[in-house]
């Protein structure tokens, strides 16, 4: 098969970001305003999130608008699996983001074991894209019990907790500018960016009075979904983040 996964582009990080958001704000939407309860809405995503992967892992190439429902509904279900931790077992977020960090080296360590690469330019077999998508799940999950973790001990503000995980992306930017491995790069971007976008989303919805913009999770989540829509219906039409064609079925190279 051809590399499942798209070229990191500038528009990679645009609509990651912006599914992170999306996460944040609908798991929220449903959940809460429209009263669905925490166990009814992971259900119902965790069943969609199933028949977006299976159809996904049937494809042999990258196909953006499949790609990217993936990553929405993995967004979703990522935030779920933290917050049924935090609100329905009363898991400490310092435990749920030590937990969700060591398994997720786990899962790096076995990856990078069986497969000699972590790189995301050569997912070209069903075991990596496998591991692919394990990690790409733990990674929301963790961000997400990070991310609320700072929240609970700054006690920051909506617009103000955007800061932090911007100022560390821009960090590990200027650590691979200088010559940082770039797969250690791309996967500590990677879980920045759901803090990053889930603060962005709390932004958006929370109320004026709290500090936010008042758009409320279900403008908010629109929002983003309207734009990921259409950063997806202009990638499929220019093909813009279309890796090349590896060269040979198991390369071993780790960047």
């Known amino acids: 098969m051809l590399n499942k996964v798209p070229e990191v582009t500038v528009y990679f990080w645009v609509i990651k970001v912006l599914c992170t958001t999306v996460g944040e704000s609908f798991a929220d939407y449903v959940n809460e305003t429209l009263g669905f309860g925490l166990t009814n809405t992971t259900i119902t ?61 786990v899962v790096f360590a ?35 019990a990070a991310g609320d973790w700072t929240l609970e001990l700054t006690g920051w503000s909506p617009g103000a907790a955007v800061l932090l995980p911007a100022g560390l992306i821009l960090a590990v930017l200027v650590a691979w ?9 791309f996967w500590l971007a990677y879980v920045l960016t759901r803090p990053l976008g ?8 929370s109320p004026r009075e709290d500090g936010g913009l008042g758009l409320g ?10 734009t990921i829509l259409a950063v997806v219906v202009f990638l499929t039409k220019t093909r813009k983040d279309q890796t090349a064609p590896a060269s040979g079925a198991a390369p071993t190279a780790a960047a």
């Not at 977006?52 to 190439?61: A, E, H, I, K, W």
């Not at 500018?177 to 790069?185: E, F, Q, T």
């Not at 889930?198 to 919805?205: H, Q, S, T």
């Open 110 to 144: 076995i990856w990078y074991g069986r497969e000699r690469t972590l790189s995301i330019h050569t997912i070209i077999t069903t075991p990596r894209e496998s591991f692919y998508w394990l990690a790409v799940l733990v990674t929301f999950a963790l961000g997400t």
């Open 177 to 185: 500018r200088l010559g940082a491995g770039p797969v250690l790069s």
């Open 198 to 205: 889930a603060n962005i989303g709390d932004f958006l919805a």
């Open 217 to 226: 999770t279900l403008g908010t989540s629109v929002l983003f979904l309207g």
């Open 45 to 105: 995503f965790t069943s969609a999130l199933v028949v977006v992967l299976v159809v996904q892992f049937r494809l042999d190439r990258y196909v953006p608008a499949v790609y990217w429902l993936a990553v929405v509904l993995i967004s979703v279900v990522g935030t779920l699996i933290t917050d049924n931790l935090t609100d329905g077992h009363d898991v400490p977020l310092w435990l749920s983001t030590t937990v969700f960090a060591v398994l997720l080296a």
